[in-house]
């Protein structure tokens, strides 16, 4: 056998071990991104678990004949979208500033949370802000479209 056919076999060689080597790495790089994703997944239900138990708050001071339970109603469901904001990673000190980062396309809703979080904040800094049923109602149902364009309930 000549030295070009010596090379050829063992070109041949090293080329399969890197084939064979690369077909490895990749099965286990899919494997574990799987993992982490799966992983990720169950975090992610857990906490959307945890948002859908607090929302269920928020719905059951709402059915109270007591303003102050309508006024907790709003601040909880507006703690609630702050929250998931902060997870979808929105940037910001406050939750306006947040809110300032989002536009029409990522949110449908946005509007309706502008307009819910201003209720929020005369309930938080004007004392003796009155809330009637009514205008709670409206309020936590545009938080409820909020979470509902966040996927979050």
């Known amino acids: 056998m000549n030295f070009g056919g010596i090379i050829t076999i063992i070109s041949l060689l090293l080329m399969s ?20 994703t799966a992983e990720r997944s169950e ?24 303003e102050s339970d309508w006024k ?22 406050s939750m306006a500033e947040r809110m300032t980062s989002i536009d029409k ?6 509007e309706l949370l502008w307009e819910a979080h201003k209720v929020r904040n005369r309930i938080a800094h004007k004392p003796g802000f009155r809330l009637d049923y009514n205008q709670a109602k409206k ?15």
């Open 72 to 93: 907790l109603a709003v601040m909880e469901a507006d703690k609630i979208v702050d929250r998931i904001l902060l997870l979808k990673g929105y940037k910001g000190e």
């Open 43 to 66: 975090r992610g239900e857990k906490v959307l678990g945890d948002f859908k138990e607090n929302w269920e708050g928020v719905l059951s001071h709402m059915n109270s004949a007591s």
């Open 105 to 110: 396309e990522e949110l449908e809703s946005i």
């Open 139 to 153: 309020i936590v149902s545009y938080y409820e479209e909020v979470l509902n364009d966040l996927r979050a309930l």
């Open 17 to 36: 071990v890197f084939i064979f080597s690369f077909v490895l790495f990749f099965r286990k790089a899919k494997k574990i991104k799987s993992e982490k």
